[in-house]
């Protein structure tokens, strides 16, 4: 592994967007990749990206290109940002090209594609074969990490020397890198939280308090662990950062897009409109899907899932749902 490689990034968004320039104010040599020509170049232009980011300068040493091929070519670390609605589409386009197969690759993404029910590293694997492949995760607000905010979070990789190299590359002194090697584990909480924070929206939405946001979280985490445990991961990294910590941040968070979709829907307003108006994307949408389907597939009881599955694709009224959760059997903690 080169001790100062080149890197990619694959997915302007703000959290794509966040990390080159994190990396970038460590020196490396930074390539950030967009899928639309005319927005790249706009941001290369005005070194912005008032989309996603908005706000903060991109320094001029980012290289910000829609160039794949050669982005992909002259990289050593190759770094997936892209919605995981897109991801499959993207890794077919890389697979197109000489890709390193000596390069590591990192997905950032916080993901379940729909249908197939893969998370992103097996999605990488599957199109790209046997590569050096890890995942970033944790409560990574993307405003509070580009500000300097001290952060926490974890890159996990069945391949321990990967671990420590990616946690050298990517650590500052506001940005504190852990490392686990349950990668399931830290795949399922990045991803299954966005589901209960959509949750916690639409309790913000209908007006409840503390008391009723503690009541999903805590419950909340129980499913996300549930599921985790029956599909393979270890129960501790569900108390951890990529587990509890990001539950939390995406729950309470302002700027988190998932309760957003939450909240606007407690108001009133239905998924189609939300969505209409939406310029970023809220993985929790797509992944409340996959997570009812998961639940299923492997008989987990998941409520909170099930009821948000059922306010987003079935129109069920969002007071009937809480309901319908507070009425539910009575049971043991």
Not at 111 to 116: M, P, Y
Not at 128 to 147: F, Y
Not at 228 to 257: E, H, P, Q, W, Y
Not at 274 to 295: C, D, F, N, R
Request: net charge positive; aromatic share 6%.
């Amino acid at each position: 592994m080169i001790k100062k490689p080149n890197i990619a990034i694959l997915g302007d968004g703000g959290w794509g967007t966040t990390l080159a320039i994190l990396l970038s104010g460590k020196n490396f040599n930074v390539s950030l990749w967009g899928a639309f020509s005319d927005y790249a170049s706009y941001m290369d232009k005005k070194r912005v990206n008032t989309k996603f980011l908005p706000g903060f300068k991109i320094p001029r040493s980012i290289n910000i290109t829609h160039d794949l091929k050669n982005t992909i070519e002259r990289s050593q670390l190759i770094i997936f940002a892209i919605p995981s609605a897109h991801m499959r589409e993207v890794l077919k386009k890389v697979k197109k090209i000489d890709y390193p197969r000596s390069a590591v690759y990192v997905s950032v993404t916080k993901g379940i594609e729909v249908g197939s029910l893969k998370r992103m590293s097996e999605l990488i694997k599957q199109e790209l074969g046997n590569i050096k492949l890890a995942v970033l995760s944790g409560p990574t607000i993307a405003q509070e990490v580009v500000k300097g905010i001290p952060t926490t979070a974890v890159v996990a990789s069945y391949d321990k020397q990967a671990r420590k190299y990616l946690q050298n590359i990517f650590m500052t002194e506001r940005f504190r890198i852990y490392t686990n090697d349950d990668v399931m584990g830290v795949e399922l909480g990045g991803s299954l939280k966005n589901v209960i924070a959509i949750a916690c929206g639409i309790s913000d939405g209908l007006g409840f308090g503390t008391n009723t946001k503690a009541a999903i979280l805590s419950r909340g985490l129980t499913e996300v662990s549930r599921l985790g445990l029956s599909m393979g991961a270890k129960a501790v990294t569900f108390s951890g950062i990529s587990g509890l910590g990001d539950l939390v941040t995406t729950c309470i968070s302002n700027f988190s897009r998932n309760r957003s979709v939450g909240e606007q829907i407690g108001k009133g307003k239905s998924l189609k409109e939300i969505q209409s108006h939406m310029q970023m994307v809220a993985e929790g949408i797509p992944t409340t899907k996959s997570a009812y389907a998961l639940s299923m597939k492997y008989k987990v009881e998941m409520p909170i899932t099930k009821e948000v599955y059922l306010v987003l694709y079935k129109n069920k009224s969002p007071l009937k749902a809480v309901k319908d959760l507070m009425t539910r059997e009575k049971k043991e903690e």
